[in-house]
């Protein structure tokens, strides 16, 4: 299995309380995904709170993945920056990491136009060398989206062999890509439509189930439609805190987060309780 295939948990990286990454809790939680339903991970994404992190932080996490948990399943890393130098530097010490692919997202404020986001994508893939890039449309973030025109002259560059598409209304097959869906309710209907699976947040809670939306096809609409009150639930608030406060209250040391970001208040925190308790998942916690 190609490392853009398939169901990649985007993964949280828990802080202790004075802010410093927590490398012992991150491996946890990390070989727990790898264990429950991921085929692979990445790491130091938007849910990985990698805005936050310096350079060395970042890559330290990614070595850190790669290095204990690469035997286990594919490691993308995070190496996307509105700053195309940096986003080499980035991408050029996750690949001597050892990682299997690097996420490269749309250079977000500057708002470059179409020339620009194709000079800055061919300098990401040479900088890769070889290792593939999965190229990230998030135009609620960015204030950019490539259209699927772009993306297929994107997809002509020695290097790029996928998207990760968050922008729902364009999800579509992109010849010369495989297709990842960007977010957790578009994930089955990707698959549905020939793409290769998902990146994923909704994952860390319910795994295995959004597993088998890949692996049983005849059963993917009836687990899909099961799970999207899981998937609204991880997004109640700005995450990655609603997955954060859920994997807390599912036994895992998922940490605090970095601000700007904020812990789910008391009523963001029932939403996610009220999703996890009607699914059932509550229910296994306690029993365990």
Known sequence: MRPYEGLLTAMVTPFRSDGSVDEEATVAIGRHLLANGSHGLVVAGTTGEAATMDD?????????IARELGEEGAIVAG???????????????????GVDAVLSVTP?????????ILAHFNAIAKAAAGTPVILYNIPSRT?????????????????????????S?????????????????????????????????????????????????????????????IYAAMFVTASPAPVKAALKMLGHDAGTLRLPLVECDEAEREHVRAALARHGLLQEVHSA
Not at 56 to 64: A, K, N, Q, Y
Not at 186 to 193: E, F, N, P, T
Not at 222 to 229: R, V
């Open 56 to 64: 060395d932080e970042h890559i330290g996490v990614v070595e850190l």
């Open 79 to 97: 190496t996307g920056s509105n700053d195309t130098r940096h986003a080499i530097h980035l991408t050029e010490r996750a690949v001597a990491a």
């Open 108 to 116: 977000y404020y500057n708002k470059p136009n179409r020339r620009g």
């Open 143 to 167: 204030a950019v989206n490539m259209p699927p025109d772009l993306l297929a002259e994107l997809a002509e560059i020695e290097g790029i062999e996928a998207v990760k598409q968050a922008n």
């Open 169 to 229: 209304d364009e999800l579509q097959p992109i010849d010369g890509l495989a297709i990842l869906a960007g977010n957790d309710d578009i994930y089955a209907r990707c698959l549905d439509m020939g793409g290769a699976g998902g990146i994923c947040v909704a994952s860390h809670v319910v795994g295995p189930e959004m597993r088998r939306i890949y692996d049983e096809p005849e059963a993917r609409a009836e687990i899909d439609a099961s799970l999207h009150e």
